[in-house]
T-cell receptor, first 113, second 113 residues
Framework: QKEVEQDPGPLSVPEGAIVSLNCTYS??????FMWYRQYSRKGPELLMY????GNKEDGRFTAQVDKSSKYISLFIRDSQPSDSATYLC?????????????FGDGTTLTVKP | KAGVTQTPRYLIKTRGQQVTLSCSPI?????VSWYQQTPGQGLQFLFE???????NKGNFPGRFSGRQFSNSRSEMNVSTLELGDSALYLC????????????FGDGTRLSIL
């Protein structure tokens, strides 16, 4: 079983929709949670970075972490065609695994005009 | 501020050859991590370097090696290339990898014939 499981998608929504992207994990040592966006032929771009449980908002993006359920989510409001990309969740543990993030397999999102 | 720079962007090699990939981190970042990205396995951690020392290593064979220079630039070497080494190789940097997220370059696309 993988340490991080991500809803596989693909996901196709109309412009303006609210998008929910989700990951679950099994390693209780994970304390840092990231969401990356990856466009075709580009590297992952950091969108959100959160520590422990709670919510964090940045513009149209909201990241939620529920450590008790080992579940994280990324919400995109008022989705735009430019949001069409693959979204990767990632997690890391403090100290024990220097420089290592564990990634989900990604969810490909298409926002149709 | 310039981002993470990886060279070359594309490489074609044949089985049995070796290859060296280069990564220049964001200015001031001292931690450099390498990942392999394939459609079947997603993003897999290779290793991490900090202050010219390898601090962490993933589950890859010894054919995969790396090093870091005093200016934090890093190189990754793969010897005796196999068809299965075809992948996107991504480099990520962070200030010191503790409590700080990684920022990725656009990768080197390696194709093995």
């Amino acid at each position: 079983q993988k340490e991080v499981e991500q809803d596989p998608g693909p996901l196709s929504v109309p412009e303006g929709a609210i998008v929910s992207l989700n990951c679950t994990y099994s390693n209780s040592a994970f304390q840092y949670f990231m969401w990356y966006r990856q466009y075709s032929r580009k590297g992952p771009e950091l969108l959100m970075y959160t520590y422990s449980s709670g919510n964090k908002e940045d513009g149209r993006f909201t990241a939620q972490v529920d450590k008790s359920s080992k579940y994280i989510s990324l919400f995109i409001r008022d989705s735009q065609p430019s949001d069409s990309a693959t979204y990767l969740c990632a997690m890391s543990a403090l100290v024990a695994n220097a420089g290592k993030s564990t990634f989900g397999d990604g969810t490909t999102l298409t926002v149709k005009p | 501020k310039a981002g993470v720079t990886q060279t070359p962007r594309y490489l074609i090699k044949t089985r049995g050859q070796q290859v060296t990939l280069s990564c220049s981190p964001i200015s001031g970042h001292r931690s450099v991590s390498w990942y392999q990205q394939t459609p079947g396995q997603g993003l897999q951690f290779l290793f991490e370097y900090f202050s010219e020392t390898q601090r962490n290593k993933g589950n890859f064979p010894g054919r995969f090696s790396g090093r870091q220079f005093s200016n934090s630039r890093s190189e990754m070497n793969v010897s005796t290339l196999e068809l299965g080494d075809s992948a996107l190789y991504l480099c990520a940097s962070s200030p010191d990898s503790q409590n700080q997220p990684q920022h990725f370059g656009d990768g080197t696309r390696l194709s093995i014939l």
